[in-house]
């Protein structure tokens, strides 16, 4: 199956720029992808780490719900390594994508993870980042709540020629 469809089938919408996989789960699908810092119409895109995987994305989001991100931010707002460790994730981020950034881009993307210049935005964002074996203290704490990705059954398949969602796909116990 072509990777861009795969990651259109999980995500419920083509891809806006050509992507690279960066991790994978055990079934052999994309769980996050790396997006350039310019999309193809020319946006300037913050999220370079892409969470394509149903479930991380199911789990994460029931985590943002109960209130996991302002936690976060609280803690780094309390604890002091972890702030600092957070500041310095946003930095290397903020870094890797700026390194991809085409010459003469304007406008360019900005802040770190998720865009953001500080604090915790995007659970999502952060486990992604981790994933894409990355230093994240957010996505290192987040990581418990997500994995393991084990689904016994792929969430994307191939159908007519073309990738689908798997209609048998449900979240593991």
């Not at 992808?33 to 969470?51: A, K, N």
């Amino acid at each position: 199956m072509d990777e861009r469809q795969v990651v259109a089938a999980q995500i419920g919408r083509p891809s806006r720029a050509e992507i690279t996989t960066l991790s994978r789960c055990h079934l052999d699908l994309p769980v996050v992808v790396r997006v350039p810092p310019v999309l193809e119409d020319g946006t300037p895109f913050p999220t370079l780490y892409w969470l394509t995987c149903p479930l991380a994305v199911k789990r994460i989001s029931r985590l943002e719900s109960g209130g996991g991100v302002k936690a976060l931010d609280r803690r780094a707002d309390r604890v002091p390594a972890f702030g600092a460790a957070l500041e310095a994730a946003h930095a290397r981020y903020a870094a890797q994508r700026d390194a991809l950034l085409p010459e003469g881009a304007d406008p360019q993307p900005r802040g770190g993870v998720a865009g953001a210049t500080s604090g915790v935005k995007c659970l999502h964002a952060h486990y992604a980042d981790t994933r894409a074996s990355n230093a994240n203290p957010v996505g290192e704490l987040v990581a418990p709540w997500v994995e393991p990705l084990d689904c016994p059954v792929p969430c994307v398949i191939e159908a007519e020629g073309q990738a689908a969602k798997n209609p048998n796909w449900v979240e593991p116990r």
